[in-house]
């Protein structure tokens, strides 16, 4: 085993892995058009509207139309809400704080280093990128704004319309989103159940002609499971829906997240096909497609039943746990106490801060705002000291690639440098040569807009590791052609705004890598530790003897689980863009834990629903004979993911006793209390079994592959 561990694979070739990148990232999904459009329409209108009435910076009302999250309607309210709150704290500390340094240089110039730092600091420590990127952006745009040798008065002015602008670009924004709401009314809570249906059906679809599923069908479903249903369950605790429609569609969301875990499970079990099992699937698909029907026209789902015939043990495991919970989909329109039993409170949902938790005691983002502040001041004073205001744009570079370590700011600087030579150079200059001498009026100027904001807001809706270079893309194209109420004639806009972001980009080189740098691998190392022993933690649940408290807790876990496997990811692309003597070493750290992490979300994947069976969910309860073995089993999983954890920490020892073999007393447990002993098991601990023996399987393999591998 340790042989074939340290035979990693070997990377792709460049161009092919490119590729490949670019056809995952622009292949469209359900829903992305519709998003385009939306994105497209509202950065239009706060054009239209900003040159109409000559209101300027209209560039930012622009940008704000389509950084608004659209996840919901109250999504978008309260992204709208949180960007024009942050526009008028960070106006109200300009126009207050200068107020008492504009005439003192000295002063003036220590009160932009404490702005940067502020910026930066709150990037660091607030858990809203998207609050603290305003709150940084009203500040890189301020600074020069009263860097200018004009009246008091003007700088305020400006101030003023800069805010006015961002005001018309959220408002614009938010009254589209909620007309198309209003169009489609319940869709932001019956469209997510509507695409977890129709993904369970498309699988199922699969299992009933006899065939495996596709990749992408079973990665849908395994997405949609670790995406899990918190974000409806939220909507509909905060919106204004009745009491009883809201109990009604949170069953329905929490069966139908449940239905998709065991789905997604489903995928990792090996087929057993047979007339009788396609039987079934076929009847479950056509029971899901009538739910899925009466939904979508927004009827209550008809009571259904399923067949419990002598072939019921014949049948693949989980198929029985499928048929139940969608038996119970139509009772969550009674209020079912069979659904309801098991749902958590809206209140005992996890709620989200603003700040950190550690945003005042934690050293780490004090560290983070003043390497940040050393960057952009550098930026700063360089500008100043040759004279050339010009390029401005690099302390908005500064703050706008600020990440906590080497690999994930070189992505996001590359990023944003490729972003700019699109949209800056390709786009904003060649439109100024071959496209604008040719245009005399905003309609025409309108449809080269929409052209150029269709492809922004189409890479915007990509994963987060392409978004940010369409982001970019827009905003060099807005801020060299919605800078002014004409046609931009001089090239020397575009040429300042690019050397203004490489100057910014060097900074941050000079800075966040060679002077005082957190490499990315360190931090990839740290993250998949973190997930290691979360999900120890995870599988040591339930502590508590109350219900409602267990599953409120175990969606915390779950979620956070899930965004450190997610970050794992992300912090491995960063390793990439990361040089130096250590590099062949990150590179196979990368290697060796991009090969663990499918086994880790599989394991993860499968733990979702044997929890169910730890905490006695309704249709997952086991004998009292099987718990007592059911216990040791998961003190031992939970132990052996610590070990781990220790052994990827400090290359401590893994070894100890084989999870198959604790297995085997859970199984030989499960026969002495089935009721149906030397026969036949219940389809039950059937499923329970096979969830139990895929996780031994998992557990030993990675632990054997970690306890071989040596790690710097």
């Given at each position: 085993m340790a042989t074939v561990v340290q035979s990693l694979p070997q990377p792709a070739r460049p161009v092919t892995w490119i590729r490949e990148f670019l056809q995952e990232e622009l292949a469209p999904y359900e829903g992305r058009a519709a998003v385009v459009a939306r994105m497209t329409l509202a950065a239009t209108l706060v054009t239209i509207i900003c040159l109409a009435f000559r209101v300027p910076f209209a560039f930012q009302g622009a940008i704000y139309a389509l950084m608004i999250s659209r996840e919901n309607s109250r999504a978008t309210l309260q992204s709208?809400?949180?960007?024009?709150?942050?526009?008028?704290?960070?106006?109200?500390?300009?126009?207050?704080?200068?107020?008492?340094?504009?005439?003192?240089?000295?002063?003036?110039?220590?009160?932009?280093?404490?702005?940067?730092?502020?910026?930066?600091?709150?990037?660091s420590s607030l858990t809203n990128y998207t609050a603290a990127a305003t709150f940084a952006i009203m500040i890189a745009v301020g600074i020069p704004l009263w860097d200018r040798h004009v009246p008091a008065e003007r700088n305020v002015e400006d101030t003023l319309w800069l805010c006015l602008a961002v005001l018309i670009g959220v408002a614009v924004t938010a009254a589209i989103e909620l007309v198309f709401v209003r169009l489609r009314p319940g869709n932001e809570i019956v469209k997510p159940i509507l695409e977890r249906l129709a993904a369970v059906e498309n699988l199922l679809t699969s299992y009933a002609e006899g065939r495996p599923a596709d990749s992408g069908t079973e990665q849908k479903v395994i997405r949609l499971g670790l995406l899990g249903t918190s974000v409806m369950r939220?909507?509909?605790?905060?919106?204004?829906?009745?009491?009883?429609?809201?109990?009604?569609?949170g069953g329905v969301a929490a069966l139908v997240g449940r239905l998709v875990d065991l789905a997604g499970t489903l995928t990792q079990a090996p087929l057993q096909s047979s007339i009788s099992s396609q039987r079934r699937f076929r009847k479950l698909v056509s029971e899901l497609a009538g739910i899925r029907a009466q939904l979508i026209g927004r009827e209550a789902p008809t009571p259904i039943e399923f067949d419990a015939d002598e072939q019921r043990n014949a049948v693949p495991p989980l198929v029985h746990e499928l048929e139940e919970t969608a038996a119970l989909i139509p009772q969550a329109f009674s209020n079912s106490a069979s659904v309801s039993k098991y749902l958590p409170s809206p209140e005992d949902l996890p709620r989200a801060n603003l700040l950190a938790p550690d945003a005042f005691i934690n050293p780490e983002h004090v560290r983070f705002a003043v390497k940040g502040c050393l960057a952009a001041s550098g930026c700063y004073v360089i500008y100043n000291a040759i004279a050339w205001p010009g390029i401005s744009t690099a302390v908005t570079t500064c703050l706008l690639t600020a990440l906590t370590t080497i690999g994930s700011s070189h992505q996001k600087q590359i990023l944003r440098i490729c972003g700019a030579i699109v949209g800056g150079f390709v786009l904003g200059m060649g439109s100024q040569i071959f496209i604008l001498p040719y245009l005399d009026s905003i309609t025409g100027f309108v449809v080269l807009f929409v052209a150029v904001t269709v492809l922004s807001s189409w890479l915007m809706t990509s994963s987060p590791r392409l978004s940010y270079f369409g982001f970019q893309v827009a905003l060099a194209f807005y801020l060299i052609n919605l800078n002014e109420f004409k046609i931009q004639t001089s090239l020397g806009v575009?040429?300042?705004?690019?050397?203004?972001?490489?100057?910014?980009?060097?900074?941050?080189?000079?800075?966040?890598?060679q002077i005082w740098g957190a490499p990315a691998a360190v931090q990839m190392k740290k993250t998949f530790v973190s997930s290691l022993r979360l999900l120890a933690q995870f599988v040591r649940e339930p502590v508590s003897k109350n219900l409602k408290n267990t599953i409120a807790r175990s969606f915390a876990l779950r979620e956070t689980v899930n965004t450190n496997l997610d970050k794992v990811r992300a912090l491995a692309d960063g390793v990439l863009l990361e040089f130096g003597p250590s590099r062949e070493q990150d590179l196979a750290l990368r290697n060796r834990i991009r090969q663990w992490q499918p086994s880790l979300r599989t394991l993860f994947i499968t733990w979702i629903v044997l929890w169910r069976y730890r905490a006695g969910l309704p249709g997952f309860e086991l004998p009292e004979a099987i718990l007592l073995a059911q216990e040791q089993f998961d003190n031992r999983l939970a132990t052996a993911l610590d070990r781990m954890a220790d052994r990827v920490e400090d290359n401590g020892s893994t070894l100890m006793e084989s999870l198959t073999s604790v297995y085997a007393q859970l199984e030989q447990a499960a026969w002495k209390a089935s009721p149906q002993q030397r026969h036949q098991l219940t389809p039950e601990i059937r499923s329970f079994l096979l969830l139990s023996r895929r996780i031994a399987d998992l557990s030993d393999c990675l632990e054997m592959e970690v306890g071989a591998s040596r790690f710097p």
């Open positions: 709208a809400a949180t960007i024009l709150l942050l526009t008028g704290v960070g106006a109200a500390y300009l126009l207050i704080s200068v107020g008492f340094v504009i005439a003192v240089p000295p002063l003036h110039f220590l009160w932009i280093i404490g702005s940067l730092f502020l910026a930066f600091y709150a990037i939220r909507t509909l605790r905060r919106s204004g829906y009745s009491s009883g429609y809201s109990i009604e569609m575009a040429r300042n705004r690019v050397v203004g972001i490489l100057l910014g980009l060097f900074m941050m080189w000079l800075v966040f890598d």
